[in-house]
């Protein structure tokens, strides 16, 4: 599957432009949409209110080196 992703979501002012675009354009084809820079649980809420079921970010988790993801405790 493909995915879409823009990593400029949201602005002060709230959702960008791009960000509303992108979705209706993955909407509208076999293409998944995924959010990322995702901060807090408003951000979730309103990507959530436009459709988004796809989103990454420090809200979920920090960067990690591929030694820790696939550490054999992880796996």
């Known amino acids: 599957m493909a995915v879409l992703r823009t990593e400029r ?9 791009l960000a509303v675009t992108a979705m209706a354009v993955a909407a ?3 293409i ?10 408003d951000a979730v809420m309103v990507l959530r209110s436009l459709g988004c079921d796809r989103a990454q970010g420090y809200l979920f ?8 993801v696939f550490a054999p405790e992880t796996l």
């Open 9 to 17: 979501f949201r602005t002060a002012g709230g959702i960008t432009d």
């Open 28 to 30: 509208m084809h076999p």
């Open 32 to 41: 998944a949409f995924a959010a990322e820079g995702v901060e807090t649980e």
């Open 61 to 68: 988790g920090r960067p990690r080196t591929a030694e820790t």
